[in-house]
């Protein structure tokens, strides 16, 4: 192979990755979950109690609800380490512009788990939690049996599908190219 | 959870079977000008020299039957030592790797950074080892010896610093050059084992140096167990437990000595003998392009998925699944311990039944199992779905192995192996953890799920199945000389 066949091989690659990056941020613009706020609040209220790193977590956790609304949530004694060694976040309930996600969480040396409802109110784009709450009977994280925050829509498996299908083509129009190029070249040389 | 390197000794014991045969004919020869062209060109030498430093990892451990024996053999003693040092460069890759899966969820929580950061970040960490490709490339020229120390130094350093990381880039940037310089350690080890070990050997020791990568990740599930995140320096005490042991070893390195291949290489430029090297691109010329294709497209739809699901799926267990920390850690040791098992069984099948069914089967196990460790809720079918997840999508390294080096002539065996791993299977290191975080983050990822995001880059998986079937040869039983002979048949006619 030259080495102007290889760069040329080269630039195509890089420039079906960059295509792949716009196709994948488009995808990904407009979402704006309020499962992903409730999670990123717990972890950061978690942090609060962790020496050395508490005052970054209350500015991270005010950006998105206040602090004082966690204090039911946060244990006694931490040892200087995360309130919560796990948590996790079930599909929230969106009525309007507020959404309701249901919560599991461990406190820091405490078997029994700690279970509720983290309220959050949207303004423009984002989430912000306002209160806690306790769960009503349909409202389950996911460990207990209750759906995921989010899943990949019916469609998306269809695409998918399909996606391998153009994949298992392109790879092998790519083998069948290079076989035939390869007998060329010896043709000629 | 990180990958351990395919196992290379079963995808080569065809070579080790040859290298006695080699040897015997070595003897016949009067002088070394004679030895070489009875057994193996000078050219070939000169590849394998190159090749197995480029960063070959034991997975595509290539080119056993091509080292003829020098002239001097390494007492029992030495031997045992060396392979006794060169251990660690494969615990800590292994190490290394599993500190950065298994405790993703907790370097999260030190810098404050959404899952779609955490997957970008690995982009830069995981091209040191496609930089480490070029550094590896040193040790033809400064010697292994020298790289090997040097890297040895260069890991430790940048260990260090990566436990006293104060934002996300600067752990990345850290790790990326940990990455280097332990992909260059690797690789040199690698080097090293093959040029001192006699043939009938090196595949033994080769696999000792494999178990010892697997053990590297069980060694952190066992730390994680332990409660180590738990304590005051969290997850950045591991980056410097890694650091004793290697403080140790750099010291007992100094007993090291140079390979006595390379010096028998220097010696030759120092007398002014032209050594011919393998250019760049040999492995793109016509007649090794189909296959260089066709495999490294297999390795790199392979790599994809499997990165992607193994950087995310204690992240995926804590947050989706509500485990807990010691219940990741529990699973990861069983299923590595499974794992161990899925490489031997692979080995033997391919012997038995051939490449393409073992490949076939392990490829359709490791999907299907994928799938459902990302799909089920259910903590009892999850450990299963893992430990089968891992016997079939790891344990297929040595049919990998084999098709990364038994299509290739000898000649262009190593940088053939070298071009699969660090270009196309690279991609699966740096896209595949990305890809899962960017479009699986909960908050902003266009799938906000890491199950189900891992699960539809699986299908990328399923080409390789076609590809297999449609393309792959089959090699069993077959010398590597007459594979060779087909293979370029098959692109001649």
Redesign the interface.
């Known amino acids: 192979?030259k080495?102007r066949s290889?760069v040329t091989g080269l630039v195509v690659c890089f420039l079906v990755?960059v295509a792949i990056g716009g196709v994948?941020r488009t995808?990904?613009a407009g979402?704006?979950?309020p499962?992903?706020?409730a999670?990123?609040w717990l972890?950061?209220v978690?942090?609060t109690t962790r020496?050395g790193?508490r005052d970054?977590?209350v500015k991270?956790a005010e950006k998105i609800g206040p602090v004082s609304v966690a204090a039911p949530l946060i244990p006694a004694e931490t040892h200087?380490?995360?309130a919560f060694?796990?948590?996790?976040?079930g599909k929230a309930t969106v009525n309007g512009t507020t959404a309701r996600v249901p919560y599991?969480l461990?406190q820091r040396d405490v078997d029994e788990p700690k279970v509720g409802v983290i309220v959050l109110d949207k303004a423009g784009n984002d989430w912000h939690v306002t209160s806690l709450d306790a769960r009503q009977p349909a409202e389950h994280?996911?460990?207990?049996?209750g759906a995921?925050?989010?899943?990949?829509p019916v469609g998306?498996?269809v695409v998918?599908?399909v996606?391998?299908l153009l994949?298992?083509i392109g790879?092998?129009a790519?083998?069948e190219w290079?076989?035939r190029?390869?007998?060329n070249?010896?043709a000629t040389? | 959870m990180a990958q351990p390197r395919g196992n290379g000794s079963k995808a080569t014991s065809k070579s080790v079977k040859k290298a006695p045969a080699k040897a015997a004919s070595v003897k016949k020869a009067a002088t070394p000008t004679a030895k070489r062209s009875a057994t193996s060109p000078a050219k070939p030498r000169k590849t394998v020299a190159t090749a197995v430093a480029t960063g070959v990892p034991l997975e595509f451990e290539p080119t056993i039957a091509a080292v003829s024996e020098p002239e001097l053999p390494r007492d029992e003693g030495y031997l045992r030592l060396l392979l006794l040092l060169l251990i660690s460069a494969a615990f800590f890759e292994g190490y290394d790797s599993s500190i950065l899966a298994l405790l993703l969820p907790n370097i999260?929580?030190?810098f404050?950074v959404?899952e779609?950061v955490l997957g970008l970040t690995r982009i830069p960490i995981e091209l040191g080892l496609f930089v480490a490709f070029f550094v590896t490339r040193l040790s033809d020229r400064v010697g292994r010896r020298p790289l090997l120390l040097w890297s040895v130094v260069g890991y430790t350093l940048f260990t260090a610093l990566t436990a006293v990381s104060w934002n996300i880039w600067s752990f990345a940037f850290f790790q990326f050059g940990s990455r280097i310089f332990l992909g260059a350690e690797y690789a040199v080890g690698v080097t090293m084992i093959v040029e001192e070990f006699p043939a009938a050997r090196r595949g033994r020791a080769l696999g000792t140096l494999l178990t010892f990568a697997a053990l590297g990740t069980i060694v952190v599930g066992v730390l994680l167990g332990a409660g180590l995140q738990?304590g005051?320096l969290e997850w950045r005490a591991f980056y410097l437990i890694g650091l004793l042991p290697l403080l140790a070893l750099s010291f007992y390195r100094r007993r090291l000595r140079e390979t006595r291949r390379f010096l028998e290489e220097k010696a030759k430029r120092d007398a002014g003998q032209s050594v011919e090297k393998v250019p760049f691109?040999e492995p793109?010329?016509?007649?090794y392009?189909?296959n260089?294709?066709?495999v490294g497209?297999i390795h790199m739809?392979r790599s994809i998925p499997l990165f992607g699901s193994t950087a995310w799926w204690a992240f995926y267990a804590?947050?989706?699944?509500?485990?807990?920390?010691g219940e990741v850690a529990v699973y990861i040791i069983a299923a590595y311990g499974i794992g161990c098992v899925g490489y031997y069984v692979c080995g033997r099948s391919m012997e038995r039944w051939g490449r393409r069914p073992t490949a076939m089967v392990y490829f359709a196990g490791g999907i299907f199992f994928s799938i459902v460790l990302f799909q089920v809720?259910d903590k009892v079918v999850s450990f299963f779905g893992l430990m089968l997840a891992v016997f079939f999508g790891l344990g297929m390294g040595p049919v990998m192995s084999s098709f990364a080096t038994e299509l290739f002539p000898t000649e262009i065996r190593g940088q053939a192996a070298a071009w699969i791993r660090n270009w196309f299977e690279i991609a699966g290191y740096v896209?595949g953890p990305a890809?899962v975080g960017?479009?699986g983050?909960?908050?902003?990822?266009?799938?906000?799920?890491i199950?189900?995001?891992v699960?539809?880059l699986m299908?990328?998986q399923?080409?390789t199945l076609?590809?297999v079937w449609?393309?792959m040869p089959e090699t069993k039983g077959m010398e590597l000389e007459d594979i060779a002979e087909r293979e370029v048949a098959?692109?001649?006619t």
């Open positions: 192979m080495t290889f990755f994948i995808l990904n979402h704006h979950r499962e992903g706020a999670e990123r972890a950061a978690s942090d020496k790193v970054d977590a991270r200087d380490k995360g060694p796990d948590l996790e976040v599991q461990h994280v996911p460990s207990e049996g995921p925050p989010s899943s990949a998306l498996w998918a599908i996606g391998g994949v298992t790879a092998s790519l083998v290079t076989t190029s390869a007998r070249s010896l040389a | 999260q929580s030190t404050h959404s779609a738990d005051p691109l793109w010329k016509p007649m392009r189909r260089l294709v066709l497209l739809l804590e947050r989706e699944r509500g485990f807990s920390s809720s896209f890809l960017i479009l983050d909960h908050s902003t990822g266009a799938i906000g799920n199950g189900d995001t699960t539809l299908v990328l399923i080409p076609w590809l449609r393309y098959v692109v001649t």
